[in-house]
């Protein structure tokens, strides 16, 4: 089946195009499972390499973590472990019950007895938290010691990238895995709005089927269980009580927020992440779904329009970082509001304006840790892209000199990048220092 915007003249990417297969590449990368805020659950991946490693029962543990993993692990709940909050309610969790090949589900299999013997481990006090500053924004090492043994593990810069495996000092990682670690590159760099279009609307469905369907059951399931159930600050049933379940606009920003209600309140259904967030990944996808069953838009239109939401929000995190103090649901926002408007036949032209109109609305909105306050922002940042997005329709549109606006929407995104990767960093010191009370 050809899409009319391919009749009209969009560039049809082959797979021979060397973009084609990494755009593949990246979604099914990037679009992965995860139970709980991702950054606990890392410090949980990691303590569970780290005990299985140790061979024996730890009698000591040291967490070193950079200050934005403490930003992000602090206040949330850790899920499956009866609300229990922190890094150290993580790291025992890893410990006693973590299953490391499951990576960022690695708790997702604690039993009762397991829960106990957490319980157990944490009165101990034996799991010591300190800060790691040596350069990586995305930094955990976790120590284990027992009675005759030691085990570390070290994580940096994404949240399952293992760059170190030690046991009693000595490396266990082999020649070929740290090669791969050094010789690793992104394949990131290859996105732009114009080529994410072009990919979106003619790539094969059968090549993107897999990380996309997962992504509309998880996430749709999170979003409808944080709309049944207590969780966090309920902002998406308290956004729906406002506005309206009759408004298209209001579901989409309440079902979104919903989604995060549940998650940032310890709900242990797993949910796919975009740019390492789950937070991230539903608002990129919940907002675009409510649309397409309100509009009884196909699969393939689905995907499609899940594909470009999906991409345009990797293709502003690559340049922003991992971890900022720029909230990042701003970045899915916007996507998400590309996303509704390629759903609605939008042109190349729509969904740029979409992008910068959205981005200039909403830039500057700071991160302070995972929360139950992330549900708010994420259901303003959905709110933001639509209202972009119809101003767009409206022929509307903030202009370079507006502020940070620059003349194109890559020129915009790489400025708004800026802000939010060099001007922000002092900001992101200064938030950390509020929330531990220095």
């Known amino acids: 089946m050809r899409l009319e915007r391919v009749e009209k003249g969009t560039t049809r990417m082959q797979k021979t195009d060397v973009r084609y297969q990494a755009f593949v590449t990246i979604l099914n990368e990037q679009l992965r499972p995860a ?21 024996e029962p730890v009698e000591s543990a040291r967490v070193r973590v950079s200050g934005n993993i403490i930003k992000n692990a602090k206040s949330v709940t850790v899920p499956n472990t009866d609300g229990k909050k922190g890094i150290e309610a993580a790291c025992a969790a890893g410990i006693i019950g973590g299953d490391p090949d499951l990576e960022l589900e690695v708790i997702s299999r604690l039993t009762q007895e397991d829960l106990n013997q957490v319980d157990e481990l944490l009165l101990r006090k034996i799991i010591r938290v300190e800060l790691l500053d040596e350069g990586h924004i995305f930094d955990i090492l976790i120590e284990l010691k027992g009675s005759r043994h030691t085990a570390s593990v070290r994580i ?78 309920c902002i998406g049933r308290i956004w729906l009580k406002m506005y309206g379940e009759q408004d298209l606009k209001a579901r989409a920003c309440a079902y979104a927020a919903a989604g995060s209600d549940a998650r940032m309140g310890g709900c242990d259904l797993p949910v796919v992440i975009n740019s390492g967030s789950g937070n991230q990944g539903i608002t990129v996808s919940v907002p675009v779904i409510e649309y397409a069953k309100a509009m009884g838009a196909s699969k393939e239109k689905l995907y499609r329009a899940l594909v470009l939401s999906n991409l345009v929000a990797i293709h502003q995190k690559s340049q922003i970082g991992c971890l900022s103090a720029y909230c990042g649901v701003v970045s899915a926002g916007s996507a998400a509001g590309a996303g509704i408007a390629f759903l609605e036949g939008g042109d190349l032209y729509l969904i740029n304006h979409t992008i910068v109109n959205s981005l200039a609305i909403l830039s500057g909105t700071i991160c302070d840790g995972a929360k139950a306050s992330c549900a708010a922002k994420i259901a303003n940042a959905v709110n933001a892209a639509l ?30 990048s800026r802000l939010a990767r060099d001007g922000m960093a002092v900001t992101d010191q200064e938030i950390l220092k509020i929330m531990i009370d220095q």
């Open 35 to 55: 139970m709980g805020c991702t950054e606990p659950i890392a410090i949980a991946y990691a303590a569970a390499l780290a005990r299985r490693i140790l061979g």
């Open 156 to 233: 940096t810069d994404r949240h399952t990238n293992v760059v170190m495996m030690e046991r009693d000092g000595q490396s266990l990682m082999s020649s070929e895995q740290e090669k791969e670690i050094c010789a690793e590159e992104s394949n990131e760099e290859l996105l732009t709005i114009e080529s994410i279009f072009d990919f979106a609307s003619t790539c094969d469905i059968a090549d993107v089927e897999e990380p996309i369907a997962r992504q509309i059951a998880m996430n749709t399931a999170i979003s409808e269980a944080g709309m049944r159930e207590q969780w966090g600050a």
């Open 387 to 416: 209202l972009a997005y119809h101003m767009a329709l409206s022929k509307q549109q903030f202009r370079a000199g507006d502020g940070i606006i620059k003349k194109g929407v890559e020129n915009t995104i790489h400025s708004v």
